[in-house]
């Protein structure tokens, strides 16, 4: 139930996301990072079905398609390609295919693999961001509930005494808190420079 909870409210966390980039353009949010959460969606689904686990396949199938909405959105956002963001079908298929035919072991290891650096892209462009003081149109709403999606996986693991489910998530929520607390930064940071910029404005101009 707790797994079944956490791969929910990581395939709701897309929704904020989705919304603030088609309100916007998308600007600093990292594509990458949606793509490996798609890929890594993708994965699991595919080793939900190798295992015949109902709990694994209901938790990403939909998360797939959210992911796939998002990934598009951001494509179009920043191509006006509708070609390019049709593309996103075929390559998810080509995805679950590979995954498919290679053994349940493997697949399971690489979806570790990609749930330790989904948020690190992210992290990267949050960096940017706030080093730049440029505005971003990721959502905070998104990052917070993915790291209550996390927390729940990190506890599910704690649970089950799994030392790989504990570290993929102990890792992927630490660069899950940076994004957080960078976008918070880039957000004061913005807030504050008008008002700090208002006094030197008013001596120039006496």
């Known amino acids: 139930m707790v797994g079944l909870l956490a791969a929910t409210l990581l395939m709701a966390a897309s929704a904020p996301q989705l919304l603030a980039v088609l309100r916007g353009d998308g600007h600093g949010v990292s594509l ?9 969606g993708t994965v699991w689904l595919v080793f939900g079905i190798q295992l015949d686990s109902l709990a694994l396949i209901l938790g990403n199938v939909a998360g797939v ?7 598009g959105a951001i494509i179009w956002k920043r ?25 349940a072991e ?10 330790v650096v989904l948020a690190v892209p992210q992290l990267v462009s949050s960096i940017h961001n706030w080093r730049h003081r440029e505005p971003s149109d990721v959502s905070l709403w998104t990052w917070g509930m993915v790291l209550v999606g996390q927390a729940l996986w990190l506890s599910y693991g704690v649970m089950l005494g799994e030392p790989t489910v504990i570290v993929v998530n102990v890792l992927s929520a630490s660069a899950g808190v940076g994004v957080v607390v960078f976008e918070i930064r880039n957000r ?19």
């Open 32 to 40: 990458f990072s949606w793509i490996l959460f798609l890929t890594s």
């Open 65 to 71: 398609l959210a992911y796939m909405l998002l990934v």
């Open 79 to 103: 191509r006006r390609r509708v070609w390019l963001s049709a593309l996103v079908v075929p390559a998810v298929v080509a995805v679950a295919a590979v995954a498919y035919v290679a053994p």
């Open 106 to 115: 493997l697949v399971g290891w690489v979806g570790v693999v990609i749930g």
């Open 188 to 206: 004061h940071s913005l807030a504050v420079t008008p008002r700090t910029a208002a006094p030197e404005l008013l001596i120039g101009g006496s």
